[in-house]
Each structure stands twice: as C-alpha cells, then as structure tokens.
C-alpha cells in the first residue's frame, strides 16, 4: 500500500485526493517523500508503545484497545494521587485542581469583556430561571449578593441556549473595544449550591466544566460523573481550555484594531463559524480552517474530507505537552505520562477478525468490524480518555486522532508557525490558499 493511501484509508478520504493533493504540495514545497515520513513516524511511534505495553504488532484491534485502555486507567489513577486524590463534590478540592492547572499552563493575560459590561448585559436581560432558583425578587437584588461570574457561568446551563441565542447574545451585537480589558484568566468552581441547581437543568453530567471565551474564565460545577478515567480526562480538558481561551483572546485584541468590524468578528468566533462553499475554482490549494470537531454532529460532513486545519486539535496537542511536562515534576510519574507525548495524530487499522469490538464510533467510522475485517484504533490521549469515560455507552473515540493527522500533514510541509500565523490571519474568512 502506498503512504498516501494508508493516509487516506485513516483519514476516511478519497486515496487519488490526497495523492493529487501530495503531488500538488511537493511541487509547490520542493519537499518530498513526505507522506511515507508520516507513515514511517506513525509506525514508528505505534511499535514504541506497544513495546512498552508489551503487545505485539499483530494483536487484534481488541487487545490494543484494551491495553491503551488499561494504561490510560493506569495513568488516571496516578494523576488522581498526584492532584491529592480530590473530590468531584466538594468546590474547594476542584479550585485547588484548578489552580494547579493554571500553574502548569502558565497562560498571559488576556482580552476579555469589562466585569461592568458583564453585569450591564444582566441587568438589560434579567436571567429570570437563575432569579427563581436563587430566590430572588429582581437582578439589583442577585447583584448586591452573587458573583458576576458565578452568574454569567449559570447562564449556560440553566437558561438554555434558545434564550441565550435569541435574547441574551443579541446585546454583543454592540460591543464595542473599549468594552474589553487585560486582565488574567479566572478559574472558577462553583459553589455546591449550583450542582443541585445544575441537576435541575443538565441533561448530561459530563458537561460539568466549561469555559468563557469572552469572559476569560474556566468554571467547573462539582458534579461527580462516577465513571473511569474523568480525572485524567477533566484535567487535560481545563489545560485545553487555558489554550483556546489563549488563541481566542489573541485574536479578540487582533479585531480590537478594526473597531468597524470587532462586534461582528467577536460573534464570528465565538459562534465557531466554518465556511460552506464546496466548490473552488482556484488552482492553488486551499485550506478550510474548522475551528471546531465537525465529525461530532456530522461525520460526513464534506469539509472533513478536503484539506483543512484544526486549531481545536492544536490547542489539545499544546494541553497534552503541558501534562507532559507536569508530570516530569514528579519521578515516579514522568515516564508514564510521557507515553502520550506526540501520539495525539497517531493511529492504524488493526485486525478484527475472530473477535469483535462492541462500540459505535464516536464522530468518524472506524472500519468494519467482524471476521476477516479490520478496525481504526486512535492512540491519541483524548481519544482514548474520551474512550474509558464513554465506555459503558459503548462509544470508541476517533475524531481527535484524525483532525490531528490533517494538522500534521500540514505541518510537515509549511511548519507549526506557519499553521497558527495563516489561522489567526484568515479564522474569519475560513480558508486560506497556498
């Protein structure tokens, strides 16, 4: 099999795609040979985990995700210890785990609206569920008592989004530059008063940190999801957040220069908008930059099959070398953690046969499954967390593995900084050529 057909077999595209498209970048870069480096590195790096899990290339997909399971529980066990085992129900555990996260991100300050304006948008649209489950008689009162970023934390999970769309989100149409201000990014958890409020709302309790872009703040409702691997899981999602809250935050103070059209670039990126145009009549390559995990609500979607950049993808790939670099803190815990570092684009197709594997593919078909047929593994880190949380549902991870190959592909040809400079330059168009 040719490289550029194994990368497209893992990437779910067409094989002649992606060979046009190596053929095109070559000429173009003067590089070459540069799929089968990616190929060679995959292997490569896929034969240096299973050897340190003692597992044979040839297992079948089963028992390579079953191990990669087993090591992630491993993994999430040790972390669990080294936060100094904290309680998913007691604020005061989470906020110290917040911290230690932002130690380890060490983020700058950001761009982020006024705490003024924030509490001038409550007032103009009173969040009335939030008065009733706080028992207050109008917002001045809630005001006079409550944080305001406890409450503009509350709006997500207890208005719902059709007022927030249409009410509440409205007033950013008028924002204006002077509306933002430098300062550091918050972390928040919440008081346990807002979990029994959270329970009355929240459909699905895996939803129980979250972050605002445009507040700079990273919150978390002490809700216990009581599944395995949450820790190692939640950890790696709050560094994911300090680095989209990061990239973000750039480009709201890039926009601030712009004031004519700063409202409606903030809207842009806060809603994640994705170009939609199937069709280019340029000859020169373009690139769709998707600023959020398609795959997770369409996994035919048609932009997943075109050349394209993921910063979601970046900024779980900066959050996993941050772990990374926790854990060599700690002797009896680098070399473990340190199994993940530069896997989060890896993956193969392994054998099914003989044996099944009873999951649906969260997001991104993995292949057959059954006798004498084979099965996408990912050995990304989030993939795989997402796996062992999701387990019990019986849902299989892929997606974070195969947006990650895309950015790899990218920059192995152009480079890391050249992929963030051609994002932060064309994020609002949503392509960019080469």
Known sequence: MFSY??????????ADAIKLLEEKLDALTGKKNVMDKIV????????????FLDLGRNLTAKKIYDGLISKIESDNDKLFKTLGSPSALIPTDWQRVLETARDVANPPKGFFIKKEKAIEFIKNQPPLKILSALNYKNVRQMLEHEDIFEIFSALRFVEGNEWLNENFFKQYENLKTDDFEKREIK?????????????????????????LKELGVIYVIPLSLEISGEVIRNFSLILH??????????????????PSSFSQNLISLLRGDVFNSPTSTSKKIRWLIIQRYL???????????????????????????????????FNNFSTDLAFWENLDWVGDYFSAEG?????????????????????????????TAMSLVKQKDLIKYLYHHQEALWNKIFTEYFGAEKMDELIKENIIKGYFEV
Do not use: C
């Open 40 to 51: 060679e590195e995959n292997e490569a790096e896929i034969r240096k985990r299973l050897d």
């Open 241 to 258: 957040y300090f680095n989209e809250i990061k990239f973000y935050s750039e480009l709201f103070e890039k926009f601030s220069y712009e």
């Open 295 to 329: 795959a997770k609500d369409d996994k035919d979607d048609w932009r997943l099959f075109e050349p394209h950049v993921n910063p979601e993808a970046l900024h779980w790939q900066k959050a996993e070398k941050m772990l990374v670099a926790m854990a060599k803190k």
């Open 187 to 211: 972390v928040l958890a919440l008081p346990e008063r807002w979990a029994k409020i959270a329970q009355s709302f929240v459909k699905y309790k895996h939803h129980n940190i979250s972050h």
């Open 5 to 14: 057909e194994k990368i497209a077999k893992i990437l779910r595209a067409k």
């Open 355 to 383: 044996e099944s594997l009873p999951v649906r593919q969260a997001g991104a078909s993995g292949g057959k499954n059954g006798n004498g047929s084979e099965t996408l593994v990912s050995f990304n880190l989030v993939d």
